[in-house]
């Protein structure tokens, strides 16, 4: 299991959003037990920033990113990926970026909320709870 994190499931567990931080912070909790399985996208660690950092605190912000960083690598995504992400048949282009640098990293799973925007992704997509469920079969 390699799963690529969205940028919603981190905002759940930093913000501790109703019926929405559990399963996200497991799936957060398992990337951080099993070091260099997951990713994150560099580009989802800024929009991170900027929500967290104003819904929250900058301060905060930062501090959940290092911990990330503890047990999570960064997918690449450079002039080859988003060169991919211009190709895919995907509505949001910030989905687009997230599915190229999924698939760049070899990414198992895009974990996130937003399924249905994922559909044509070259990665599945599931949700945190499908994810969970996943990760303890295997």
Not at 16 to 32: F, K, N, Y
Not at 42 to 61: D, Q
Not at 104 to 132: L, M, Q, Y
């Amino acid at each position: 299991m390699r799963p690529l994190l969205d940028t919603n499931v981190l905002v759940d567990v930093a913000l501790l959003r109703p019926d929405l931080h559990e399963a996200s912070g497991a799936t957060v909790a398992w990337c951080l037990n099993n070091p260099g399985s997951g990713f994150l996208a560099v580009h989802s660690l800024a929009t991170f920033s900027y929500l967290v950092g104003r819904a929250a605190s900058p301060a905060k912000a930062r501090d959940f990113i290092a911990d990330l960083l503890e047990g999570s690598d960064i997918a690449r995504l450079d002039n080859t990926e988003v060169k991919r992400a211009l190709t895919l048949p995907m509505a949001d282009f910030e989905d687009a970026l997230i599915a190229a640098a999924a698939e760049s990293a070899g990414a198992t799973h895009i974990v996130t909320r937003n399924v249905a925007d994922f559909r044509k992704s070259p990665v599945k997509a599931v949700t945190p709870e499908e994810f969970i469920r996943l990760a303890a079969k295997s």
